[in-house]
């Protein structure tokens, strides 16, 4: 059963720094990669950023460019999300995402196959 847990959420003030973990179980994901969504609300789920471990690329939305970056270790199926420079328009629920494989849509929702629970972050004004 694959299992993927995220931690790391919580409040921040606008300017703050966050790092969110994620550590998936069940099986490995070595032909595809793990990303982040996150939904706000009244709002659409939202790409935010992927890693895959093919060539080790990495994609990220126009929104959180040059503030987030994430990383992974293929080996211990994990993957981070370090957020600098939050602003309150960050504020959502971040969601761990497994794909299995690659086929060349790292943003899209349908390209992974197994979702986390969600963690919460909160950034205040």
């Known amino acids: 059963q694959v299992q993927l847990v995220e931690s790391g959420g919580g409040l921040v003030q606008a300017g703050g720094s966050l790092r969110l973990s994620c550590a998936a179980s069940?099986?490995?994901?070595?032909?595809?990669?793990l990303g982040w969504f996150r939904r706000a609300p009244g709002t659409e789920r939202e790409f935010v950023a992927g890693?895959?471990?093919?060539?080790?690329?990495?994609y990220y939305a126009d929104s959180v460019k040059g503030r987030f970056t994430i990383s992974g270790d293929n080996a211990k199926n994990m993957v981070y999300l370090q957020m600098d420079s939050l602003k309150p328009e960050d504020t959502a629920v971040y969601y761990c995402?497994?794909?299995?494989?690659?086929?060349?849509?790292?943003?899209?929702?349908?390209?992974?196959?197994?979702w986390g629970q969600g963690t919460q972050v909160t950034v205040s004004s």
């Open positions: 995402a497994a794909a299995a494989a690659y086929y060349g849509l790292a943003k899209a929702e349908s390209s992974y196959n197994f």
């Open positions: 069940g099986r490995t994901f070595s032909r595809g990669g």
């Open positions: 890693i895959y471990w093919s060539g080790l690329s990495t």
